[in-house]
C-alpha cells in the first residue's frame, strides 16, 4: 500500500535505519548517490549493506528474494520497492555476462567491483557523508567517465559495460577518460556477447538524452555500432545532392537532425529518436545516378528504409508498438513534400494518423538539417489550425447498417462507397446522412450490382 508523503528517498532512509538498528552497516550506493551530487533525481535509491540476504529477509518478511543467489533482496518500503544489496565481490566473468559466484565483503572490495567511478561511491543516508573508494567524487566534478581499475579487464568481464560507457557518457554529458575509450574501441567486438534486449535497454537511454548526436558518434567512432546496428556506419560517407544537402553525407545529415530534435536540453519521445536515426537508412541500398539529370538519387529510400527500420528494430527486441510506429514514420517521411499538392480529403487522413505530431517535427529537423525549407511545416501548422475547430475525421454519415437497410447487399464494395462518402465529407461537400444518400443515388451507387 502507498502511504502518501513518504519520498522514495525517505522510504529508503527509513529503511536503512532499521537495518543499522539491527547492527548492521547500510549505505546509499551506486546511481543514486551520484545523482544527488549532480543535483538529479534518481531514478531509485539503492542500499548496500553488510546483511546477508537471509538477514535482511528475516528483517523485513514479504520482501523478494529472487535474486539473494546474487547478494540483493528486494524490500517493500511505504509502497516503494528498494534493492538491498549486500557487500561483495564478483567472481569471474567466464561468459563476459555473468559472474560465476559472489562472495560477500567490504564496502572497499564492492566499490572496486562496480562499473565506473562516478557509480562506485556510497553515501551515509543519515548524515549524507560521501564515502569515496575510487575517486569518483573528483571525476564527478571533472565530468569524466572512467573505468574502476583496467578498463580492459573490466570490459573482458562484462561486455555490457562497453555500451554502459557510453549511455553514461551521452546520458551525463560526460568525456570518457582516454585509457577507458581506448579499450572500448579495442574491446568492441565483444559487444556481440551481450543479449539485445540488454543493448536494447542500455541504447534507448542513450538514444533519447539531449546529447543524442554525441552518442551516436561514440557508437560510430569505437565500433560499438557494428556490433548491433552495423547499417548506421553504411550512412558515412553516403553522399547526397549537395544542392539538396549542403551540409554533407547522410550520416553528417542524421546527425544533425538528432541534435535538433526535440525541446533542447531534454529527453525526447523514444519513437521519435528511432525514426530520425533510421529514416534514410533505405538510402545507401537504393543510391543511383541519374545520367539525365546528372544527379544522384535515392528513388524508393523511404519504402526500403522502412523495410530495414522494421528488421533493425525487431533484431532489438522492441515492442510491437514501438516496431510499428517508426516503421510508420519512416514510412512517410517522403509524403511531406507533396502535402501542398493534397486534396483536403488525402491530407486531413494524412494528419489523423497518432504519429502525425512526430512525423511534424522529424520533418521539420528534416529541412532545418539541410535545405532550410519551411514552406510545407508552415503549411501544415497552418492547416492544424484549420481544421481545429473539428475532428479531422468526424463521425461517419453513413455506415454498412444503413447501405444494408438501402436494400445493398454486404460485401468488399461497401468498404469503397463508404470510403467515397467519406472523402466528400471530408473535402465538405457532404454534411449531413440525406445528402449523403441523395449522392449515392445519384451516382448509380445504391442499384443492386
Ligand atoms: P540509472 O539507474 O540512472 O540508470 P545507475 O548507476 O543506478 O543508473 P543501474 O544500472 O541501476 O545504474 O546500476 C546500479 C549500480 O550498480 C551502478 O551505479 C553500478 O555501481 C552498478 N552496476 C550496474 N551494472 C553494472 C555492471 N554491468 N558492472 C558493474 N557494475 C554495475
Ligand atoms: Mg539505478
Same mark, same amino acid.
Given at each position: 500500500m502507498m502511504l502518501p508523503g513518504v519520498s522514495p528517498r525517505d522510504a529508503a532512509i527509513q529503511l536503512a535505519r532499521r537495518l543499522r538498528a539491527a547492527g548492521h552497516t547500510a549505505l546509499f550506493a551506486g546511481g543514486c548517490v551520484r545523482d544527488r551530487l549532480l543535483g538529479r533525481t534518481p531514478k531509485d535509491h539503492d542500499i548496500a549493506t553488510s546483511a546477508t540476504p537471509a538477514e535482511v529477509a528475516a528483517l523485513f518478511p514479504g520482501s523478494n528474494e529472487i535474486g539473494a543467489h546474487f547478494g540483493v533482496v528486494l524490500v517493500k518500503s511505504h509502497g516503494h520497492a528498494i534493492e538491498v544489496a549486500t557487500f561483495r565481490t564478483d567472481g569471474s566473468y567466464r561468459d563476459g555476462r555473468h559472474p560465476e559466484s559472489v562472495t560477500f565483503s567490504t564496502p572497499q572490495e564492492d566499490a572496486a567491483r562496480r562499473d565506473f567511478t562516478v557509480n562506485g561511491l556510497f553515501e551515509d543516508p543519515e548524515s549524507g557523508e560521501v564515502i569515496d573508494y575510487v575517486g569518483g567524487r573528483a571525476d564527478l566534478e571533472a565530468g569524466i567517465l572512467r573505468a574502476i581499475g583496467d578498463p580492459a579487464q573490466r570490459f573482458r568481464e562484462d561486455a555490457l559495460r562497453l555500451l554502459r560507457a557510453a549511455r553514461f557518457a551521452t546520458t551525463l554529458g560526460f568525456t570518457i577518460e582516454q585509457g577507458t575509450l581506448a579499450a572500448m574501441s579495442e574491446h568492441a567486438g565483444l559487444l556481440g556477447r551481450i543479449s539485445p534486449e540488454r543493448i536494447r535497454d542500455e541504447f534507448s537511454r542513450l538514444i533519447v538524452a539531449p546529447q543524442r548526436a554525441r552518442g551516436i558518434g561514440l557508437l560510430v567512432d569505437t565500433g560499438l555500432v557494428r556490433s548491433?546496428?552495423?547499417?548506421?556506419?553504411?550512412?558515412?560517407?553516403?553522399?547526397?545532392?549537395?544542392?539538396?544537402?549542403?551540409?554533407?553525407?547522410?550520416?553528417?545529415?542524421?546527425?544533425? #537532425?538528432?541534435? #535538433?530534435?526535440?525541446?533542447?536540453?531534454?529527453?525526447?519521445?523514444?519513437e521519435l529518436c528511432l525514426?530520425?536515426?533510421?529514416?534514410?537508412?533505405?538510402?545507401?541500398?537504393?543510391?543511383?545516378?541519374?545520367?539525365?539529370?546528372?544527379?544522384?538519387?535515392?528513388?524508393?529510400?523511404?519504402?526500403?528504409?522502412?523495410?530495414?527500420?522494421?528488421?533493425?528494430?525487431?533484431?532489438?527486441?522492441?515492442?510491437? *508498438?514501438?516496431?510499428?510506429?517508426?516503421?510508420?514514420?519512416?514510412?512517410?517521411?517522403? *509524403?511531406?513534400?507533396?502535402? *501542398? *499538392?493534397?486534396?483536403?480529403?488525402?491530407?486531413?487522413?494524412? #494528419?489523423?494518423?497518432?504519429?502525425?505530431?512526430?512525423?511534424?517535427?522529424?520533418?521539420?529537423?528534416?529541412?532545418?538539417?539541410?535545405?532550410?525549407?519551411?514552406?510545407?511545416?508552415?503549411f501544415l501548422i497552418d492547416k492544424e489550425k484549420e481544421f481545429a475547430a473539428e475532428p479531422l475525421i468526424p463521425p461517419p454519415l453513413l455506415t454498412g447498417h444503413d447501405l444494408i437497410r438501402l436494400g445493398l447487399k454486404p460485401g468488399p464494395h461497401f468498404g469503397r462507397i463508404l470510403d467515397a462518402v467519406q472523402t466528400e465529407q471530408l473535402e465538405g461537400r457532404l454534411h449531413d446522412r440525406d445528402r449523403a444518400i441523395e449522392w449515392l443515388r445519384c451516382g448509380g451507387m445504391l442499384s443492386p450490382e
Open positions: 548491433f546496428l552495423p547499417e548506421l556506419l553504411d550512412l558515412v560517407g553516403c553522399e547526397q545532392p549537395p544542392e539538396w544537402h549542403p551540409e554533407g553525407d547522410v550520416y553528417t545529415h542524421t546527425r544533425i #537532425m538528432l541534435e #535538433m530534435v526535440g525541446t533542447p536540453g531534454e529527453e525526447a519521445p523514444l525514426a530520425v536515426l533510421l529514416h534514410d537508412i533505405g538510402k545507401p541500398p537504393t543510391r543511383t545516378w541519374d545520367e539525365a539529370d546528372d544527379r544522384i538519387r535515392f528513388n524508393g529510400h523511404d519504402a526500403v528504409g522502412a523495410r530495414m527500420t522494421e528488421t533493425i528494430l525487431r533484431r532489438l527486441k522492441y515492442s510491437n *508498438q514501438v516496431i510499428e510506429e517508426v516503421t510508420f514514420i519512416v514510412s512517410r517521411h517522403m *509524403q511531406f513534400m507533396n502535402v *501542398q *499538392q493534397m486534396r483536403v480529403a488525402k491530407l486531413k487522413r494524412f #494528419m489523423s494518423a497518432p504519429t502525425f505530431p512526430l512525423e511534424l517535427e522529424l520533418h521539420r529537423v528534416d529541412c532545418a538539417s539541410s535545405n532550410g525549407f519551411t514552406d510545407n511545416l508552415e
